[in-house]
């Protein structure tokens, strides 16, 4: 699955904030507070959120003769 259906609320991902650095973001009813923080008044935006990485298979387990027909 590429996409959480449950995300946890952080200002790294509201609409209402801008990003300052990588660990603190200029919230319009907060002030400069941290990026992993969050409040009452948080919004998503599915723009600003970058979503992990899928785990890369693992091919290890397979044998040569997984591949014949």
């Known amino acids: 699955m590429l996409f959480e259906k449950k995300i946890e609320p952080r200002c790294a991902y509201c609409t209402r904030c801008a990003p300052l650095d990588e660990e603190t973001v200029m919230c319009v ?11 009452r008044s ?6 600003k959120r970058v ?7 693992d091919f290890s387990r ?8």
């Open 62 to 69: 397979l044998r040569d003769e997984d591949f014949v027909l």
């Open 42 to 47: 948080f919004r998503y935006d599915p723009l």
């Open 29 to 39: 009813k907060k002030g400069v507070v941290p990026a992993v923080s969050h409040c």
């Open 51 to 57: 979503p992990p990485r899928p785990n890369a298979p």
